[in-house]
């Protein structure tokens, strides 16, 4: 079966994502709660998991592994979410808004990766 072409999308942006990782591990490291170590090798870490489950949904012999995995991920990826909301500081100057949006748009992304498994 040839995947629909929004799966290939949902690959390249979290390809794109991870990559982001890298380019800029400061803007990442600002977000990261306080009680969590080694902000930097975590942040390098989140990348790397972004690109290679984005590239793991490339491949029907392993896409339905990275399709779990993202959901795990963003599952973890929930607490700084939730720690960004607990202060201005935390909230790196983003909108309270903006930042209460991100927390449906996280589960909106594990449906859409959840929806995947049925190809």
């Given at each position: 079966?040839?995947?629909?072409?929004?799966?290939?999308?949902?690959?390249?942006m979290?390809?794109?994502?991870?990559?982001?990782?890298?380019?800029?591990?400061?803007?990442?490291?600002?977000?990261m709660?306080?009680?969590?170590?080694?902000?930097?090798?975590?942040?390098?870490?989140?990348?790397?998991?972004?690109?290679?489950?984005?590239?793991?949904?490339f491949?029907?012999?392993?896409?339905?592994?990275?399709?779990?995995?993202?959901?795990?991920?963003?599952?973890?990826?929930?607490?700084?979410?939730?720690?960004?909301?607990?202060?201005?500081?935390?909230?790196?100057?983003?909108?309270?808004?903006?930042?209460?949006?991100?927390?449906?748009?996280?589960?909106?992304?594990?449906?859409w990766?959840?929806?995947?498994?049925?190809?």
């Amino acid at each position: 079966m040839q995947y629909p072409w929004h799966l290939y999308l949902m690959g390249a942006m979290y390809i794109v994502a991870g990559t982001i990782h890298f380019i800029k591990p400061k803007m990442y490291m600002r977000i990261m709660p306080r009680y969590l170590p080694a902000h930097k090798a975590l942040v390098l870490l989140s990348g790397v998991a972004e690109i290679f489950l984005g590239f793991m949904l490339f491949f029907p012999e392993t896409k339905d592994l990275a399709i779990y995995g993202i959901i795990l991920m963003l599952l973890v990826f929930l607490l700084v979410h939730f720690y960004m909301l607990s202060s201005k500081k935390a909230g790196a100057g983003i909108p309270k808004w903006a930042l209460l949006l991100r927390i449906p748009l996280q589960f909106f992304l594990m449906y859409w990766a959840w929806f995947y498994l049925q190809f």
